[in-house]
């Protein structure tokens, strides 16, 4: 065969071959026109686990958490510890400056003994040496009472033999009358001399100073701070030397073995807890490792937290072993269901439009939306109540971005 003769054959060999390759593809874009390219599942039995997750932050048990503030305006003296170190109770910790304190404590007993005094003298009708005082004018004014009765008796019956002038007898009387009068105001002074306003006045005294000598007491048995039980101190926020407000916090301690976190669930969440569901904690600073708790309050209020509407959920940690911090954020996973041997489909073929929930499901070469019922459901899948079958293959979207509709033709890929 001459180089003329094949040049014609190969030329028609390579036109008939690009014919038939243009032939295949135009089949096949015929066959799969209008079909959506789909990924699908099938409906399947098994067991789902339902759960809720959130932040929140980790927090001592009240009962086991200890703070010590300032109990007045001076100086650290002396830090017995430092962060982090575990304290067995009764451990000294931290001790102010009680100069003045001390010196509030004298002056406020020196207060409280005034007040006790001018408490009993009211009482009494005042001090002893005012009543032994009274008490002698009085005496005194019984006697010149005497005396003047005496002396008007005298006088009477020398009247009677015309000894003794009207005069005289008159006179005699107005000294026994002012005398009379005399012992009765002494005698009203002697038990009426602080009325019942006097009397509540100075028990009014009296207790604001039993109250200022306890505080100055308290204040100074605060200047020392012992531990209150066994725990770890974790916050100690002041230095020695340093000078401090009354009320600003020196220290605070905690039995870390007793923790737990103020989880934040957003409100439409809240319906699914209840107290004593299972309780997973992560903490990102040591991601491999989980603790464990469960609910053992649910809120009582709704609060605003950043831009969320949250209640605040208690969660008891139950494995607590030290490792976990007050103040530090966490992530709160929780069990709301655990249902075995049940329908359940992914996630993703699942629609919600309007309060309805509906699948598609391939029935041939075609979708048909199918309305059903749900219960359980979690991050990857949902429980079919009804409308499906175990088998039932479901779509789970396209692969080319294209909504799925009631109806349309589909093909499945990979």
């Known amino acids: 065969m001459t180089t003329g003769q094949a040049r014609p054959r190969t030329a028609r060999v390579w036109i008939i071959t690009a014919v038939a390759l243009i032939l295949v593809f135009y089949g096949v874009h015929l066959m799969t026109r209008g079909s959506l390219p789909i990924r699908?599942?099938?409906?399947?039995m098994g067991n789902l686990t339902s759960t809720e997750a959130t932040n929140g932050k980790v927090?001592?048990?009240p009962q086991v958490n200890f703070e010590a503030h300032a109990p007045f305006p001076g100086v650290v003296q002396t830090l017995y510890v430092h962060e982090g170190d575990k304290v067995a109770a009764g451990k000294?910790?931290?001790a102010m400056d009680d100069t003045e304190a001390k010196a509030r404590v004298a002056s406020a007993l020196d207060a409280l003994k005034g007040a006790q005094a001018a408490y009993q003298a009211a009482q009494h009708g005042g001090t002893q040496e005012e009543r032994i005082s009274l008490t002698g004018e009085l005496e005194k004014a019984r006697i010149d009472r005497g005396q003047a009765q005496h002396d008007l008796d005298a006088l009477q019956k020398l009247q009677s033999s015309g000894a003794a002038s009207p005069s005289e007898i008159s006179a005699a009387q107005a000294r026994l009358a002012a005398d009379n009068s005399t012992i009765q105001v002494l005698q009203q002074r002697q038990s009426e001399r602080y009325g019942s306003a006097d009397l509540a006045h100075t028990q009014a005294t009296l207790d604001d100073a039993q109250a200022a000598y306890a505080a100055a007491q308290d204040a100074l048995q605060h200047a020392v701070v012992h531990a209150p039980f066994a725990g770890t101190v974790?916050?100690?926020?002041v230095s020695r030397t340093e000078y401090v407000n009354q009320g600003d916090r020196l220290l605070s301690m905690a039995?870390?073995?007793k923790l737990q976190v103020r989880a934040f669930f957003d409100e439409p969440e809240l319906g699914k807890l209840s107290v004593d569901q299972p309780v997973t904690i992560v903490w990102d600073a040591?991601?491999?490792e989980q603790w464990h708790g469960h609910i053992s309050r649910l809120p009582s209020t709704?609060?605003?937290y950043g831009t969320r509407n949250v209640g605040e959920v208690l969660v008891t940690i139950d494995d607590a072993d030290g490792a976990l911090l007050p103040d530090t954020n966490v992530r709160v996973t929780v069990t709301v269901a655990?249902?075995?041997n049940v329908l359940q489909v992914p996630r993703d073929a699942m629609h919600f439009e309007q309060g309805a929930t509906f699948v598609y499901r391939k029935e041939g070469n075609s979708l048909h939306r199918v309305k059903v019922a749900i219960g359980a459901r979690n991050l990857g899948a949902i429980q079919i109540v009804s409308g499906l079958n175990s088998g039932d293959i479901v779509a789970l979207g396209t692969t080319n971005a294209q909504p799925l509709s009631d109806g349309v033709p589909v093909r499945v890929v990979q």
Not at 40 to 44: K, M
Not at 234 to 237: A, K, R
Request: aromatic share 4%.
């Open 338 to 340: 655990n249902v075995s």
């Open 286 to 288: 040591r991601p491999d």
């Open 40 to 44: 699908v599942a099938a409906a399947s």
């Open 255 to 257: 039995d870390l073995s």
């Open 234 to 237: 974790y916050s100690l926020p």
């Open 59 to 61: 927090e001592p048990q």
């Open 92 to 94: 000294l910790l931290l």
């Open 302 to 304: 709704i609060i605003t």
